[in-house]
């Protein structure tokens, strides 16, 4: 059985290597990223298996389809970037990695928080040039701030139990509540009004759908409290972006971490440090001194990339063997994730 990768890193090969050996797969590697335009790089496979970047949408499917493909396996969580109906209809089933590491991403959140809060970012560059001023670098007690948190699924949870350990007050919104959890967990469920209102550090959770999509906008900056954090590991398309640029430039918005940002597929992943940046949007957010990127590594941690090379390799196992597929996904599926 023959699985041809796209987008492809050097520590994908190495950690798919790994966990492939012995394993009776030919495995190819492409570095590009799968779209409409090359999709003849799969000729040959039984087996596609892409990432967040890659774009499998339905004339992606159809090509597929008429190369013979018989599986399309995403080695992350999310699968906005694949049209299931139209894998659906060409009878291709999809698999992904449900969950890798909900520790790796709620630990890049607290990262972010930390360094924005604290200013390690400013400090860092400070120090190297002989600069031990501590001029602009004022933070706050995590200790008595308030998080609010969008979405209470597994990455959330490790995240509320670490700002927990910092005393923070927790309030929490989602459209399926977990009241016994809230309890145990000792947060609140609230309004968004709420949550927006009383937050000091805002951070996002749920998947990117139809309803979510631009959430924070002009309306919801509106009703967030004056400095308010903002933290994004979730999906890039989450924020419109170019209201939080405005929220920055009025100063409502304190400080953002984003680890995704909408338009990332074009910058995100790759070196273009020897290239002139044309998306002016990124380019002003990277201008702002209290706004860190990060380029979609929230899940990037030794532990996580073993969990998807594993799981990953065990699904297209399953599919060989004609064993039920338990991490399929299929139209109608909620939840469309990074
Ligand atoms: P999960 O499926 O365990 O939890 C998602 C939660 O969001 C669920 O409780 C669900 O009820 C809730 N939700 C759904 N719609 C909502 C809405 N409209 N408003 C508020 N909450 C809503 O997902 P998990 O594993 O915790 O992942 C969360 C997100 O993190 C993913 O959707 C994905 O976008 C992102 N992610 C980012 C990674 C990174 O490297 N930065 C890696 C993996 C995931």
């Known amino acids: 059985m023959k699985i041809v ?7 994908d090969r190495e950690s798919f290597a790994r966990a492939a050996a012995g394993l009776p797969f030919e495995i190819c590697y492409h570095r ?12 040959g496979a039984d087996v596609v298996c892409i990432f967040v970047n890659d774009t499998v949408d339905a004339p992606t499917v159809r090509g597929l389809a008429d190369l013979g493909v018989r599986l399309i396996a995403l080695r992350c969580a999310g ?52 600069n031990f001023s501590l001029h602009g670098l004022l933070g706050f007690d995590m200790y008595g701030k308030t998080a609010g948190i969008v979405g209470t699924g597994k990455i959330a949870r490790e995240l509320i139990r670490i700002l927990k350990g910092f005393g923070m007050e927790i309030l929490a919104n989602d459209p399926h ?44 900056i509106g009703q967030m409290k004056p400095g308010v954090m903002l933290i994004n590991t979730g999906r890039g398309q989450l924020i419109h972006t170019e209201a939080l640029i405005d ?39 990277l201008s702002f001194n209290n706004v860190i990127v990060t380029s979609h590594q929230g899940f990037f941690t030794c532990e996580a990339l073993d969990n998807i090379s594993r799981t990953t390799l065990r699904n297209i196992v399953d599919f060989a063997e004609g064993r039920e597929l338990v991490n399929e996904v299929q139209a109608g599926t909620e939840n469309q994730r990074a």
Request: with cysteine; glycine share 6%.
């Open 177 to 220: 509540p977990d009241e016994r959890y809230a309890a145990d967990a000792g947060i609140r469920y609230v309004s968004l009004e709420e949550l927006y209102r009383r937050s000091d550090i805002l951070s996002l959770h749920c998947p990117l759908t139809d309803k979510t999509r631009y959430m924070i906008g002009d309306v919801a």
């Open 32 to 43: 590009s990223h799968l779209n409409s335009n090359n999709v003849l790089l799969a000729k």
């Open 79 to 130: 699968f906005n970037n694949v049209d299931l109906v139209a894998a659906a209809r060409a009878g291709i089933p999809v698999v992904r990695v449900p969950a890798y590491s909900p520790h790796a991403v709620a630990e890049h959140a607290v990262a972010l928080m930390l360094s924005l809060n604290r200013k390690i970012h400013r400090a860092y560059w400070r120090t190297r040039d002989g």
């Open 5 to 11: 990768f796209f987008g492809t890193q050097p520590y």
């Open 247 to 285: 929220g920055l430039k009025e100063q409502k918005i304190g400080a953002a971490g984003l680890d995704v940002y909408e338009e990332e597929a074009g910058y995100f992943y790759e070196d273009t440090s020897d290239c002139i940046m044309d998306d002016d949007v990124l380019a002003r957010l």
